[in-house]
């Protein structure tokens, strides 16, 4: 089996994050952060594009920024 990295992860109004980049080099990455910053929204993100379920099993409607966090 390979082994397989992310080189660039980029998220765009997806939960808590309205733009969050992210560059990687195959390290591990460790995330850290306050109470309630977002880092498992980074984990469910990773999750999500990954082979197999998602960490939360969400609705579409769930993963996108709700209109009045953009300003609609």
């Known amino acids: 089996m390979s ?3 992310l080189s660039e992860f980029t998220l765009s109004h997806f ?3 309205k733009r969050a980049t992210m560059a990687c080099d195959g390290r591990p990455v460790a995330i850290y ?3 309630g910053a ?7 993100a990773v999750c999500l ?3 197999g379920r998602d960490l939360r099993r969400p609705t579409p ?8 966090a953009l300003g609609l």
């Open 38 to 44: 977002g880092k498992t929204n980074v984990r469910e």
């Open 15 to 17: 939960r808590s994050h």
């Open 3 to 5: 082994a397989l990295a």
């Open 33 to 35: 952060g306050a109470n």
């Open 61 to 68: 409607d769930a993963l996108l920024r709700p209109p009045e």
């Open 49 to 51: 594009m990954s082979p």
